[in-house]
């Protein structure tokens, strides 16, 4: 039976007992209004069915338990339900507190967010801290190894110098400071201890280069002389970024190589020419046999020759350099490979041959060819039927003045003999000295190494030539 109530107020009347669910079947009802009575227990799931409703008040009884969400109770402004303690749930606007099952389970999503929170938390810095160990042992290792692999060479040797040291002094290695670079790394110029130096940076990122380094701090170790480019200290360490840094500190070498000035219009004299040669030639005798062990330089040519401020010759760069035994071994073995540049390397390492002294008499050879001619051994003039040595030998003993550089017809200058006699130069001890130092470059840099020129000889010919 269908009731058509639609208003229904029995506020006040202390009534208690539950509220009786049979109301939800007024489907008319439009205000209900059960106020200050004794009403228990809980709202009845039937009243969410009262769809025309638009005034619920239950206020000031003991209601309890979950208040629906759904029907009149969906909207605040249709429901009053104040003065029942027992209360829980509803929508947000009617302020009643979460019922003890939602909030149980709220309080475990938290729990459960706050618990995730500190395990990604604990993780994260757990993580962080094993990366930095790793990280410092990593680099600690790494640097206990540089560190040990120098010293083995440099102990009692060199001072010691930092990677912010040399950082510091080359302004950043700057491009500003860069004076040139080579197949292992490059050199730059820096001031340490206020006094000028070049740093030669090895690339670690070239295979040969932690050799390269290894080889010259042992071939600098113990070797003393003024024709020598003069190492300060060495540096084996870390850079800012954790990666492998390796330098070598230099004198400076102000007028810088002699390939600059044979091939930078920079012109020099004959009497330079010779000097720097004999310069070059008592360098080499000291490495093959005054040294403590013979040292073969295998890289000898005008890049790898420094001037100093008095244009004395001091060679560089034995990154390639071999030790040899003494007495040399026939089938002694090479622990660094031999690469050289290409003109100035003897014939016999493209066959596969191991370093000999003979190989840097053949280099210097074509290196004094190189400096009374003016022209490279790779000049494009040289063809598979024509070298240096070649073009040169065609000439002796009467076209010399066919065939050295132009820049000598014009040097005219004065120039000092034995710190007091002053000569002037004329043309025929000049074509005289030229042709010995030809000949000497010649004889040095000659096919077969038995046929070569030795070098106590070479320094003969070319002081006679001088004095001459």
């Known amino acids: 039976m269908q009731i058509n109530l639609v208003n229904f107020d029995v506020s006040k009347n202390k009534l208690s007992g539950e509220l009786p669910s049979g109301l939800g079947d007024c489907s008319a009802l439009q205000s209900l209004n059960l106020e200050r009575n004794f ?4 709202i009845p799931s039937s009243f969410t069915s009262l769809g025309s409703l638009d005034s619920l008040d239950l206020s000031y009884n003991k209601l ?7 029907g009149a109770f969906a909207n605040a402004s249709v429901v009053s339900l104040i003065r029942n303690s027992g209360l829980c749930g509803g929508i947000p606007e009617l302020h009643f507190p979460r019922c003890a099952e939602e909030a149980g389970m709220q309080r475990k999503r938290h729990m459960s967010r706050a618990i995730k929170l500190i395990i990604l938390i604990v993780c994260t810095v757990v993580g962080t801290l094993i990366l930095s160990l790793w990280f410092y042992l990593t680099c600690a290792r790494k640097k206990k190894k540089l560190d040990s692999s120098a010293q083995v060479i440099m102990r009692g040797t060199f001072s010691k110098v930092s990677y912010s040291m040399l950082h510091k002094a080359t302004e950043g290695f700057s491009a500003e400071k860069l004076l040139g670079e080579g197949s292992f790394g490059s050199v730059f110029e820096g001031i340490l201890n206020g006094k000028p130096v070049a740093i030669k940076v090895l690339n670690s990122q070239n295979r040969g280069a932690s050799k390269s380094f290894m080889a010259e701090c042992k071939a600098l170790k113990n070797i003393r002389h003024r024709n020598l480019v003069g190492i300060i200290t060495a540096c084996s360490s870390i850079d800012f970024r954790g990666n492998e840094f390796r330098a070598l500190v230099y004198e400076f070498m102000p007028n810088g190589s002699v390939d600059k000035w044979l091939h930078k219009e920079v012109n020099l004299s004959l009497l330079q020419r010779v000097d720097i040669g004999l310069n070059v030639a008592h360098a080499i005798n000291y490495l093959h046999h005054e040294s403590q062990t013979p040292i073969v330089h295998c890289d000898l040519k005008p890049s790898n020759i420094l001037l100093d401020q008095d244009m ?26 031999i690469r050289g540049t290409i003109g100035y390397a003897a014939p016999e390492y493209g066959l596969g041959s191991e370093a000999f002294t003979e190989g840097d008499i053949y280099s210097y050879g074509i290196l004094l060819l190189e400096l009374m001619t003016g022209k490279r051994p790779i000049d494009n003039m040289f063809q598979a039927d024509l070298n240096l040595h070649m073009y040169a030998k065609a000439a002796l003993p009467d076209q010399v003045l066919q065939i050295v550089d132009p820049a000598l017809e014009n040097d005219d200058i004065t120039e000092e003999v034995d710190n007091r006699r002053r000569i002037q130069d004329t043309t025929e001890p000049r074509v005289e000295c030229m042709a010995s130092v030809v000949s000497v470059g010649v004889a040095c840099s000659n096919d077969l190494p038995q046929d070569r020129m030795k070098i106590t000889d070479a320094i003969s010919r070319l002081q006679a030539a001088r004095d001459s």
């Open 312 to 337: 004395v010759a001091h060679v560089g760069d034995f990154g390639l350099a071999k030790f040899l035994a003494r007495p040399p071994q026939p089938n002694q073995s090479s622990s660094i490979a």
């Open 39 to 42: 009403f228990d227990g809980s």
């Open 64 to 70: 309890e338990g979950r208040v629906p969400s759904k």
